[in-house]
């Protein structure tokens, strides 16, 4: 019997197997048929690793597949906006990795057309889905920890200081530490507290990165590789964010170092990627101290994936596909949608005007 969801991946390399693959395979109800990728030996190598799949070097192919329901877009950041239009168009519901698009106006105009299309639509927002962040935000949205007041997060990588692809250009990155990892803070930081309401923000690059692994000359970076912004929310709550790839000493296997922590009237909690089963928490005064995160909260409510299976900070991402065929069987929206990709990258766009003219922006996020 064929299975409920479909899948077809546009963009076979890193986050597609790290992710959406392990993902796909494990839940009965989806199933991974078509792939697209330009680079026909890693469609090849694709093949063997993840099963005879019908394989596409251009995506409209994938897009138009009446064998396909619903596409991961796991493309450079400037292919997003084409190839999530084109997969509207053709009526597949549809999952992008983020940042959604180059800018806000890229990424609003990705939501109206899946809104219109009538199609599920949803943000790989990754560390949503982590065990102790979901647990933090059932007590913070729950109220258990007062009023927020303080919001922070630190997330930091020790990355060779090599080339990064089309990473480190402007043109196809659109920016660098900023929308490749703060924007996943700032839009965690939406999700526990709501939206931001103005922010002064800034970046820095310390690395040329005009060299590739392996010793030869390429162009140079033209993006940040460290990201900051302080800001307030609309409920009056405020937060600091910083995010680095250079941060020497956090490598921690690969992993890095991540720490997100809201501080309320009444306790405090945070989250950390390196131990994500487990929070840091506080209540009515007492001391911060490690507890482990309640079984409810270990994965996605009714996900088959077992908890106890595979490395903590891995295995809560490949929730994310259980999210999207969840929504689609269940006729509801996905969690997080486009709008949510959007909203985030209007703070991550105001963090670079903010920079560019040295001043307090405050948030413009219409979609339309
Ligand atoms: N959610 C997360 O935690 C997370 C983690 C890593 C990456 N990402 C995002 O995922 C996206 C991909 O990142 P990656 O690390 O997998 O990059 P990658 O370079 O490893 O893979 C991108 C793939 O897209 C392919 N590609 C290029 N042009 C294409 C086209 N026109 N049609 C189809 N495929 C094309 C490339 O050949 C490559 O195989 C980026 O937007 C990145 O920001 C998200």
Redesign the pocket.
């Given at each position: 019997m064929p299975s409920a969801v479909r899948y077809g991946i546009?963009?076979?390399?890193?986050?597609?197997d790290f992710?959406h693959v392990p993902g796909i395979l494990l839940d009965p109800r989806s199933s991974l048929t078509a792939i697209?990728?330009?680079?026909q030996a890693?469609l090849d190598q694709r093949q063997s690793e993840w099963g005879p799949l019908k394989a596409f070097t251009d995506?409209r192919q994938l897009a138009a597949d009446p064998d396909v329901d619903a596409v991961i877009i796991?493309?450079?950041?400037f292919?997003?906006r084409e190839?999530a239009l084109e997969c509207a168009r053709h009526g597949k519901h549809v999952m992008c990795?983020?940042?959604l698009g180059l800018n806000f106006q890229e990424s609003a105009e990705m939501y109206r057309a899946a809104r219109d299309a009538g199609v599920r639509h949803m943000t790989?927002?990754?560390y949503r889905f982590a065990p102790s962040m979901r647990y933090v935000r059932h007590l913070v949205k729950t109220g258990l920890l007062g009023t927020p007041r303080h919001f922070r997060s630190q997330r930091f990588l020790d990355l060779p200081e090599t080339s990064w692809?089309?990473r480190q250009n402007k043109q196809s990155a659109g920016a660098g530490d900023l929308f490749?990892m703060t924007i996943?803070r700032i839009d965690f930081a939406q999700d526990l507290l709501g939206p931001i309401r103005t922010i002064c923000g800034a970046v820095a690059q310390f690395a040329p990165r005009d060299r590739t692994a392996d010793g030869l000359p390429c162009p140079p970076s033209e993006v940040d590789d460290w990201s900051s912004l302080i800001g307030f929310f609309e409920s009056g709550a405020v937060g600091v964010w910083e995010g680095s790839t250079l941060m020497k000493g956090h490598n921690n296997g690969g992993v890095g170092y991540e720490w997100a922590e809201v501080n309320c009237s009444e306790g405090s909690a945070a989250y950390q990627l390196t131990d994500p089963n487990n929070i840091i928490l506080s209540r009515n005064g007492r001391d911060l101290e490690k507890l482990p995160v309640p079984s409810e909260f270990l994965k996605a409510p009714g996900s088959p994936r077992d908890p106890s299976h595979g490395k903590p900070s891995t295995v809560f991402?490949y929730d994310l596909v259980y999210e999207l065929t969840s929504a689609i069987i269940e006729e509801r929206d996905a969690v997080p949608g486009f709008h949510d990709g959007a909203l985030a990258q209007a703070v991550a766009d105001s963090v670079l005007i903010s920079f560019d003219q040295r001043r307090w922006v405050d948030i413009q996020a219409d979609l339309g």
């Amino acid at each position: 019997m064929p299975s409920a969801v479909r899948y077809g991946i546009i963009g076979a390399g890193a986050v597609a197997d790290f992710h959406h693959v392990p993902g796909i395979l494990l839940d009965p109800r989806s199933s991974l048929t078509a792939i697209c990728d330009p680079n026909q030996a890693l469609l090849d190598q694709r093949q063997s690793e993840w099963g005879p799949l019908k394989a596409f070097t251009d995506y409209r192919q994938l897009a138009a597949d009446p064998d396909v329901d619903a596409v991961i877009i796991a493309t450079p950041n400037f292919l997003h906006r084409e190839q999530a239009l084109e997969c509207a168009r053709h009526g597949k519901h549809v999952m992008c990795e983020k940042p959604l698009g180059l800018n806000f106006q890229e990424s609003a105009e990705m939501y109206r057309a899946a809104r219109d299309a009538g199609v599920r639509h949803m943000t790989a927002f990754t560390y949503r889905f982590a065990p102790s962040m979901r647990y933090v935000r059932h007590l913070v949205k729950t109220g258990l920890l007062g009023t927020p007041r303080h919001f922070r997060s630190q997330r930091f990588l020790d990355l060779p200081e090599t080339s990064w692809g089309w990473r480190q250009n402007k043109q196809s990155a659109g920016a660098g530490d900023l929308f490749d990892m703060t924007i996943h803070r700032i839009d965690f930081a939406q999700d526990l507290l709501g939206p931001i309401r103005t922010i002064c923000g800034a970046v820095a690059q310390f690395a040329p990165r005009d060299r590739t692994a392996d010793g030869l000359p390429c162009p140079p970076s033209e993006v940040d590789d460290w990201s900051s912004l302080i800001g307030f929310f609309e409920s009056g709550a405020v937060g600091v964010w910083e995010g680095s790839t250079l941060m020497k000493g956090h490598n921690n296997g690969g992993v890095g170092y991540e720490w997100a922590e809201v501080n309320c009237s009444e306790g405090s909690a945070a989250y950390q990627l390196t131990d994500p089963n487990n929070i840091i928490l506080s209540r009515n005064g007492r001391d911060l101290e490690k507890l482990p995160v309640p079984s409810e909260f270990l994965k996605a409510p009714g996900s088959p994936r077992d908890p106890s299976h595979g490395k903590p900070s891995t295995v809560f991402r490949y929730d994310l596909v259980y999210e999207l065929t969840s929504a689609i069987i269940e006729e509801r929206d996905a969690v997080p949608g486009f709008h949510d990709g959007a909203l985030a990258q209007a703070v991550a766009d105001s963090v670079l005007i903010s920079f560019d003219q040295r001043r307090w922006v405050d948030i413009q996020a219409d979609l339309g």
